[in-house]
């Protein structure tokens, strides 16, 4: 019998395409030897950012049409899709199966989630939301349990 885990980090690994790994996690290892985390979190918070400034989302008054609107994006990229939910004062993203590890290596999650974090700060702003309110990482980025971030105050 296959064990589960494995099976998951057998499809993780193939997120990024061969042509691209050697190349990015070079660059994320050379990255990091200039730059200290919180440097490289606000260059990763910044190119997701623009990414996320490239796409406009279409009009969504509901957290079920938002992420199923941000759900779309990522998943015609292969880069997994998100849940949204109500928390106290808060909403929570969890962001399931992006290929950051496998793109740039696991030694690059300090501080390649940032990427998603600015891409879902311009996504908010563009749907309406006010600058006050921010996109945060509340949670290692885990492989099986995703990447969990919160919108609020």
């Given amino acids: 019998?296959?064990?589960t885990n494995a099976a998951l980090?057998?499809?993780a690994a193939r997120q990024c395409p061969e042509q691209w790994k050697?190349?990015?996690?070079a660059t994320a290892a050379e990255l990091a030897?200039?730059?200290?985390?919180?440097?490289?979190?606000?260059v990763m918070h910044g190119i997701g950012s623009r990414f996320a400034a490239e796409i406009e989302l279409p009009d969504?008054?509901?957290?079920p049409a938002m992420e199923a609107a941000m759900s779309a994006v990522w998943q015609k990229l292969n880069w997994g899709w998100v849940e949204l939910g109500e928390e106290a004062g808060s909403l929570q993203l969890v962001h399931h199966c992006s290929p950051l590890m496998?793109?740039?290596?696991?030694?690059?999650?300090?501080?390649?989630p940032a990427f998603l974090e600015g891409a879902y700060q311009q996504w908010f702003v563009q749907l309406g939301a006010?600058?006050?309110l921010r996109v945060?990482?509340?949670s290692p980025a885990e492989p099986q349990a995703g990447i969990v971030f919160s919108f609020g105050k």
């Fill in 1 to 3: 019998m296959a064990d």
């Fill in 9 to 11: 980090e057998y499809f």
């Fill in 22 to 25: 050697g190349f990015l996690n």
């Fill in 33 to 42: 030897s200039h730059f200290g985390p919180d440097e490289l979190r606000l």
């Fill in 60 to 63: 969504s008054n509901t957290v």
């Fill in 102 to 112: 496998a793109a740039f290596g696991a030694e690059a999650l300090n501080w390649t």
């Fill in 130 to 132: 006010s600058d006050v």
């Fill in 136 to 138: 945060r990482q509340v």
